[in-house]
Nanobody, 125 residues
Framework: QVQLVESGGGLVQPGGSLRLSCAASGFSVDDYTIGWFRQAPGQEREGVSCISGRDGRTYYSDSVKGRVTISRDGAKNTVYLEMNSLKPEDTSIYYC??????????????????WGQGTQVTVSS
């Protein structure tokens, strides 16, 4: 059974940092592209970053490039999202997903077949 569980969200002041975790079970994160998305109320799910299962290449949206680092630990079967210099506009629910749509862009949410329940990130003073 495929399962993804996010954790690590919380309340942080502007300029602060958080590390989100995406623990996978039922498959290996080394075999699939794992993406991080976020969704604020009333808005569409937005791709933040992904790490390719095939070669470990990483991708970032322009809105977080330079502030966010994605990584994975195969032994723990977990993907991480390290976020620094957080801004109020980063406030959202963050989700990780498993990408199975091979020929779809990583930012295309419909290319993912499984999602976690999400973890809330709030950036506020």
């Amino acid at each position: 059974q495929v399962q993804l569980v996010e954790s690590g969200g919380g309340l942080v002041q502007p300029g602060g940092s958080l590390r989100l975790s995406c623990a996978a079970s039922g498959f290996s994160v080394d075999d699939y592209t794992i993406g991080w998305f976020r969704q604020a109320p009333g808005q569409e799910r937005e791709g933040v970053s992904c790490i390719s299962g095939r070669d470990g290449r990483t991708y970032y949206s322009d809105s977080v490039k330079g502030r966010v680092t994605i990584s994975r630990d195969g032994a723990k079967n977990t993907v991480y999202l390290e976020m620094n210099s957080l801004k109020p506009e980063d406030t959202s629910i963050y989700y990780c997903g498993r990408k199975t749509g091979l020929f779809r862009p990583w930012t295309f949410a419909q290319a993912y077949d499984s999602w976690g329940q999400g973890t809330q990130v709030t950036v506020s003073s």
